[in-house]
């Protein structure tokens, strides 16, 4: 290659990499608020307050707090993020980042309670369902396994239906919404396109400084 | 000439390898890939940085040696074996004035490498977490430098004391065995074997203050010690053995001491790489 050429190059692609490196740090990502409602819950309201649980009913939460839970409830993924600023201010997004690291299962659902709500749902609402939690199969396994000695078909299995079923129209207006601030997830076009510039600039300083060292 | 002459001389030479590039870029892009995918959800941004620098100290424990081993261990060896040591030292040029320049030279490209790394890494931490961690950056930086210039030491002492390339890669192969992977891969450690000879051989009541001096004298054992000098006090991590609740390890087995385990590495090999290249027949 002539040599000229190749200080050119070098020249070029010590600048492409230097802004390579150089942007992402000068514009970097912003929080974001992610919203999840993927775990439902098996208790009722009550129980919930008992526990330490902020309960709210669905028509007492702000206008932007009912959009993110119904847009929640509809993705796929049952998780919608926003960008840090436009989220609902009912939502308790600082109850768990700035605390340190969970040390064993207690400050786990300490930490739990601290940044989730609960949205007591009204019951003719026109809302998608809210998630069927997976630990209610345990839960009623239990009062089955009670009554499991008796006859099937006795009255006192039909009484433990009948007090499954209202159990179960009691918690299912009770959604459980985890909330949390944090960086974009990595697979987000924003982090990926930094990533990308970030690997740009650094082989292009590599090719680069080799071009300009070189004999 | 001079220190300074060898030094601009073998700098220059050096940063001139397309080997050299395609490592330092290699790793550079290895600590940004590291960074991207570091995240702890339930920490905040500023000790999720934190975090990955000690993460980071993890991986280059392993790996710094082998680069600062590889940019060194030619360094002399090179010069004597191809005849241009003559040259070099045809010229009003000492034998010190080589050695120190050669050391100094390799130092500095292999800080210069660890730089890049850091720097990659810091980007695209701050790209991704909106954060910088200055203090926590500067102190590994400064650490991961002393540590990679320990093995710049033992290589360019090495490739001064032989006078073949094969020898001075058996050399460096077998002082990268000796100082890192012996401390590293459970069943074959250092720490096993004295435990092992005092115990068993020799009868003695169990020492594990003996024991964790042993494993200290690692330049590797020395750097995850001398990490917890500058990482806040949630991130530091328990390197040396403990073999009860509420055994405390005597003073001499602190992490300030790691610094000194750095000085002793630091400064035998040179001189009795140097006491060897000044008397040997060249």
Do not use: C
């Not at chain 1, 999840?36 to 702000?62: K, P, R």
């Not at chain 1, 369902?129 to 396994?141: F, G």
């Not at chain 2, 750095?262 to 040997?280: E, M, S, T």
């Amino acid at each position: 290659m002539d040599r000229s050429i190749a200080d050119t190059a070098a020249v070029v692609l010590l600048a492409v990499g230097v802004a390579g490196l150089l942007l992402p740090a000068l514009f970097p990502a912003q929080q974001v608020l992610y919203h999840e409602v993927d775990d439902g819950t098996t208790a009722n309201g009550s129980e919930l307050d008992a526990q330490g649980y902020t309960v709210v009913a669905y028509e007492n939460l702000s206008d932007r707090g009912q959009d993110i839970y119904v847009e929640a409830l509809r993705s796929p993924e049952r998780r919608y993020t926003v960008p840090a600023g436009e989220g609902a201010p009912e939502f308790p997004y600082t109850g768990a980042n700035d605390s340190g690291p969970v040390e064993n299962a207690e400050e786990y659902q300490q930490r739990r309670i601290q940044s989730s709500i609960v949205i007591e749902r009204p019951e003719d609402a026109d809302l998608p369902p809210a998630a069927e939690p997976v630990q209610r199969v345990d839960r009623e396994l239990e009062e089955r396994q009670a009554a499991a000695e008796d006859e099937p078909g006795t009255p006192k299995e039909a009484r433990l239906e009948a007090r499954l079923e209202q159990r179960r129209a009691e918690t299912e207006r009770y959604d459980l919404m985890t909330v949390q601030k944090g960086t974009p997830r990595a697979t987000d076009s924003g982090s990926l396109s930094r990533l990308g510039g970030v690997l740009l600039g650094t082989l292009a300083i590599g090719v680069g400084g080799y071009l300009r060292s070189r004999p | 000439m001079s220190t300074l002459d060898v030094v601009r001389k073998d700098f220059t030479a050096a940063r001139r390898s397309r080997a050299l590039w395609a490592v330092a870029t290699l790793l550079a892009l290895l600590t940004a890939l590291i960074a991207f995918g570091f995240s702890n959800s339930r920490s905040p941004p500023i000790e999720t940085v934190q975090q990955l620098y000690r993460t980071m100290g993890g991986v280059l424990g392993i790996l710094l040696p082998i680069v600062a081993l590889v940019a060194s261990y030619m360094s002399i060896a090179g010069e004597r074996e191809s005849g241009g040591v003559k040259f070099l030292l045809g010229l009003p040029n000492s034998r010190r004035d080589v050695f120190l320049g050669k050391f100094t030279s390799r130092v500095t490209l292999v800080a210069v490498v660890v730089g890049f790394m850091f720097t990659t890494a810091t980007v695209m931490a701050t790209a991704r977490q909106g954060v910088l961690a200055p203090v926590v950056l500067l102190g590994t930086f400064a650490v991961t430098a002393l540590y990679s210039a320990v093995f710049v030491s033992i290589a360019v002492s090495l490739s001064a004391m032989v006078a073949a390339r094969s020898q001075a890669i058996a050399a460096a192969v077998g002082s990268y065995f000796l100082l890192v992977i012996l401390y590293v891969i459970p069943g074959v450690s250092v720490a096993l074997l004295v435990r092992f000879l005092h115990q068993t051989l020799l009868g003695f009541d169990p020492n594990f203050d003996l024991y964790n001096a042993v494993l200290y004298t690692s330049p590797l054992i020395a750097y995850r010690k001398a990490m917890n000098l500058v990482v806040p006090s949630e991130l530091e991590r328990q390197v040396l053995q403990r073999p009860a609740e509420g055994y405390t390890l005597p003073g001499y087995l602190g992490d300030e001491m790691s610094l000194v385990v750095f000085a002793v590495w630091l400064v035998v090999p040179l001189a009795v790489g140097y006491l060897r290249f000044n008397g040997v027949d060249l």
